[in-house]
């Protein structure tokens, strides 16, 4: 069989990596889980119907059916054809709001929950972007309606989240659509969306480039002017308040915008610090047809063109059912797109690529149920250790320990004794499986964090 080519879009960590990947899920658990969401799952196959309901991503759901499917079922593009068939759910806030509705009667609101799973899309792969990936969301959900405080409180969430998290310092930015629908209508815009989009592309075709489209989309060349200077707003505080009265602007909205964004800001400042920074920045959208207040992204420091790798935002229907309507606030933390490009670079690692802490070195095989015996008493003191996998002389066996970074040797004696060497100090001390422990940093292995990248 020929060397398999790989699969581009869809990571498949080493060793080491993984177990990286999963003492971060692990701490985004236990801060989510400390915080009182409560974990769920949902099915990978949603009804296509419903995932093609998010039209800006029909063109890369994928498909799901059997391989003998029949041509119809196959072929079928109406919208009876797509309902009954399936498709991998591209994020988890599609499946989410049908959970939602499906558990409606058996959850009590506000719903809090956390979900750290694989989605699937079919986009064109690149750095930091991936067909399959894991992501981690928490939602709080209200029935009818949703306090703001919640609005808060996810950012304050996150903060603490990925404040722990063994990455590069981040930068929540935070802003609200309120504030920036009310100062377009304050200014007399027509077309709120197409001044939205104008302004979203300021990174891409900078400020001329930005102007022209407000002026196609209607506005007049004072009020192009400031839809920039609003956009141009970056603080490390509340007083973008104040810049945002100094333009001058009127409405209802804006001011509701201004004040719910002041609340957010004050309310992640405590939790913020060198690893999370927290700004306002009044150019961030989101969704413009999804999000209806609050919208949070987060950019990584040194890999800002990845763009957002930790986003959401305020929903005042994440779901409903004719009857009645279920708003909501969450964000994603994009776990893959995170930690692939630092992988990449070797700027996350693993001080070993095994869990084992100790290898039983085995005299010879006659041996092998005494020194399973001494293994099995380590491991139920909680260290993880196993037996050579063979009697070859102890120096092969040392080597074997130390080309899987496994830092001790553990050689029997009478019983549960022996003594225990550590392979890279050369240090050998007496001692009993019933009572030894190695020191704390080396009981499992840890995320090693590199500044720079690797060559």
């Known amino acids: 069989m020929a060397r398999p080519a790989p699969l581009s879009g869809f990571p498949e960590w080493l060793p080491g990596q993984r177990m990286v990947e999963q003492q971060v899920i692990d701490s985004l658990r236990g801060t989510f889980e400390s915080w009182g969401f409560a974990p769920i799952e949902t099915r990978a196959a949603e009804p296509l119907g419903e995932l093609l309901r998010k039209g800006e991503i029909d063109k890369e759901v994928y498909v799901l059916r059997r391989l003998h499917a029949e041509e119809s079922e196959a072929a079928g593009t109406d919208a009876t054809e797509a309902a009954r068939q399936l498709g991998l759910h591209f994020d988890l806030t599609v499946p989410f709001a049908r959970y939602v509705l499906e558990n409606a009667g058996k959850l009590q609101f506000p719903f809090r929950r956390y979900q750290v799973q694989k989605v699937w899309r079919g986009e064109r792969p690149q750095e930091g972007r991936y067909r399959e990936f894991c992501q981690a969301d928490i939602d709080i959900v209200g029935a009818g309606e949703l306090p703001f405080h919640h609005d808060v409180e996810i950012a304050q969430v996150m903060t603490e989240a990925l404040a722990a998290l063994p990455v590069p310092p981040l930068t929540l930015q935070l802003n609200n659509r309120r504030l920036i629908e009310g100062f377009y209508l304050g200014l007399g815009a027509e077309d709120v969306p197409a001044v939205m989009r104008a302004v979203d592309k300021l990174d891409k075709i900078g400020p001329d ?35 945002v009265a100094a333009l001058g602007v009127e409405h209802e909205l804006l001011n509701q915008g201004i004040a719910e964004l002041v609340a957010v800001v004050d309310g992640a400042a405590d939790l913020a610090g060198d690893r999370v920074r927290i700004t ?23 890999l800002e063109h990845l763009g957002s790798v930790c986003s959401g935002g305020r929903y005042e229907s994440l779901a409903s059912d004719g009857a009645h309507s279920y708003p909501g606030v969450g964000i994603s933390f994009g776990v893959t797109r995170t930690l692939g490009p630092l992988f990449a670079r070797g700027r996350l690692s693993a001080s070993r690529d095994v869990p084992t802490c100790v290898v039983v070195a085995l005299p010879e095989e ?12 380590l491991r139920r003191r909680g260290i993880a250790a196993e037996v050579a996998p063979s009697a070859a002389r102890f120096g092969k066996q040392i080597r074997y320990a130390d080309r899987r970074g496994i830092p001790f040797v553990w050689f029997p004696g009478e019983g549960l004794s022996g003594s225990v060497k550590d392979i890279r100090s050369g240090e050998q001390v007496e001692a009993d499986a019933a009572d030894w422990a190695p020191p704390e940093q080396d009981l499992r292995p840890r995320i090693v964090v590199t500044d720079s990248d690797g060559d």
Not at 211 to 234: M, N, Q, S
Not at 366 to 377: E, F, I, N, S
């Open 280 to 302: 306002a920045d009044l150019r961030i959208a989101r969704g413009l047809d999804y999000y209806t207040g609050t919208v949070y992204e987060t950019r990584m420091e040194s």
């Open 366 to 377: 006659a041996m092998r149920p005494a020194c399973a015996r001494v293994a099995a008493a």
């Open 209 to 243: 480039g930005v102007r022209d489209l407000l002026l196609a989309a209607g506005l007049k060349d004072g009020a192009a002017t400031a839809c920039l200077e609003l956009a141009g707003i970056v603080t490390a505080d509340s007083s973008f308040a104040d810049r």
